[in-house]
T-cell receptor, first 114, second 113 residues
Framework: AQSVTQLGSHVSVSEGALVLLRCNYS??????LFWYVQYPNQGLQLLLK??????LVKGINGFEAEFKKSETSFHLTKPSAHMSDAAEYFC????????????FGKGTKLTVNP | EAEVAQSPRYKITEKSQAVAFWCDPI?????LYWYRQILGQGPELLVQ????????DSQLPKDRFSAERLKGVDSTLKIQPAELGDSAMYLC???????????FGEGSRLTVL
């Protein structure tokens, strides 16, 4: 079975500070990994994904994540937080394949302070 | 920009009543998903359709939940009877089948009293 663990249900940063949201995965087969963002009362939106190839992936809104197989991690970072980044962020894993289901973590709520 | 449409956005019902949610995916998306998101948790897959066929409903509580996608386009998720523990956001998503690229609707928030 596949699973993800997001460390920290709440993260608070100051505007302009580094954003680091942590995700560790468990998978018996090579995984596909994803980060989704959810703004209040909205659905989820794909930020970025890792499937194969380059382990550092860039997404929308200046976010990036690095797949580290040795650490079974896929942490999300952004060099400088903006007020508009305040949202809930979900890490997800799936088996390789086009229509394999996503298994989501419990989410990390990011607060950005002025 | 094409979107996944869901209705109703909000539904309040009493326990033991029936409730239904509707989803219209992005045109051309063959794969449709229903997820349940309990407050403070990540989304959990209830059912996955490929066209009109169910691909995965292993986490769907079949004694009270049903889902259909009769013509392979829009879909309905029904709960009968509703229980207090069903209070959650019900999210519909669709996909072209590209790995993990799901497009979510805004969700239907259910409150069971």
């Amino acid at each position: 079975a596949q699973s993800v663990t997001q460390l920290g249900s709440h993260v608070s940063v100051s505007e302009g500070a580094l954003v680091l949201l942590r995700c560790n995965y468990s998978s018996s087969v090579p995984p596909y990994l994803f980060w989704y963002v959810q703004y209040p009362n909205q659905g989820l939106q794909l930020l970025l994904k890792y499937t194969t190839g380059a382990t550092l992936v860039k997404g929308i809104n200046g976010f990036e994540a690095e797949f580290k197989k040795s650490e079974t991690s896929f942490h999300l970072t952004k060099p400088s937080a903006h007020m508009s980044d305040a949202a809930e962020y979900f890490c997800a894993v799936s088996r390789q394949g086009g229509s394999e289901k996503l298994v989501f973590g419990k989410g990390t709520k990011l607060t950005v302070n002025p | 920009e094409a979107e996944v449409a869901q209705s109703p956005r909000y539904k309040i019902t009493e326990k033991s009543q029936a409730v239904a949610f509707w989803c219209d995916p992005i045109s051309g998306h063959a794969t449709l998903y229903w997820y349940r998101q309990i407050l403070g948790q990540g989304p959990e897959l209830l059912v996955q359709f490929q066209d009109e066929s169910v691909v995965d409903d292993s986490q769907l509580p079949k004694d009270r939940f049903s889902a259909e996608r009769l013509k392979g386009v829009d879909s309905t998720l029904k709960i009968q009877p509703a229980e207090l523990g069903d209070s959650a956001m019900y999210l519909c998503a669709s996909s072209l089948g590209v790995a993990g690229e799901l497009f979510f609707g805004e969700g239907s928030r259910l409150t069971v009293l």
